[in-house]
T-cell receptor, first 116, second 111 residues
């Protein structure tokens, strides 16, 4: 089956610093990747959609200058949280849509970010 | 995409069938019903999807009513590892369309 990995699985950073999260599709090419955020006891909220080779599309209310997304290849997308604050602490999950004619998104295991 | 309504929580005994309902009364003709689940602190996992016919795979069965206004996900023999939040999502089956997660149903399988 299709596998999506995320790195790191958890990270602790100090307020004001930046942290990068990687999302990789391991055995398929993904023209589209999605980034979600999930706060405790809440559902997943879509942050942005990234397409390989083009700028990401951000959902309303998500600051594009704070959450930098780069989809440099068909197997890698990165999310950089810049100038992190404690309120950015959350579970960040990516998903990838295979390039082949499948229609199910495959999700990564998530990255737990804690900003102190 | 059409809105879905699910119970907040359900309990099921281990080994018994778990039947998770979902209402989607505003579903349109080209929208599919998708089910995902999320085990605690993990990414969501695709389970099954369908348009109007009942579907079955190795994980579950999906029963869609004839008017398509509701559906039921059936886990035939629930195990403790099936404890998770189950999300019913309605969307068009077009490549690239995003998933909108509701609150889902917390299924707890009890020993």
């Amino acid at each position: 089956g299709a596998v999506v990995s995320q790195h790191p699985s958890w990270v602790i950073c100090k307020s004001g610093t930046s942290v990068k999260i990687e999302c990789r599709s391991l055995d398929f090419q993904a023209t589209t990747m999605f980034w979600y955020r999930q706060f405790p006891k809440q559902s997943l909220m879509l942050m942005a959609t990234s397409n390989e080779g083009s700028k990401a599309t951000y959902e309303q209310g998500v600051e594009k200058d704070k959450f930098l997304i780069n989809h440099a290849s068909l197997t890698l997308s990165t999310l950089t949280v810049t100038s992190a604050h404690p309120e950015d602490s959350s579970f960040y999950i990516c998903s990838a849509l295979p390039r082949d004619p499948f229609f199910e998104q495959y999700f990564g295991p998530g990255t737990r970010l804690t900003v102190t | 995409d059409a809105k879905t309504t699910q119970p907040t929580s359900m309990d099921c005994a281990e080994g018994r069938a778990a039947n998770l309902p979902c209402n989607h009364s505003t579903i349109s003709g080209n929208e599919y019903v998708y089910w995902y689940r999320q085990i605690h602190s993990q990414g969501p996992q695709y389970i099954i999807h369908g348009l109007k016919n009942n579907e079955t795979n190795e994980m579950a069965s999906l029963i869609i009513t004839e008017d398509r206004k509701s559906s039921t996900l059936i886990l035939p023999h629930a195990t403790l590892r099936d404890t998770a939040v189950y999300y019913c999502i309605v969307k068009q089956e077009t490549s690239g369309s995003r998933l909108t997660f509701g609150e889902g149903t917390q299924l707890t399988v009890n020993p």
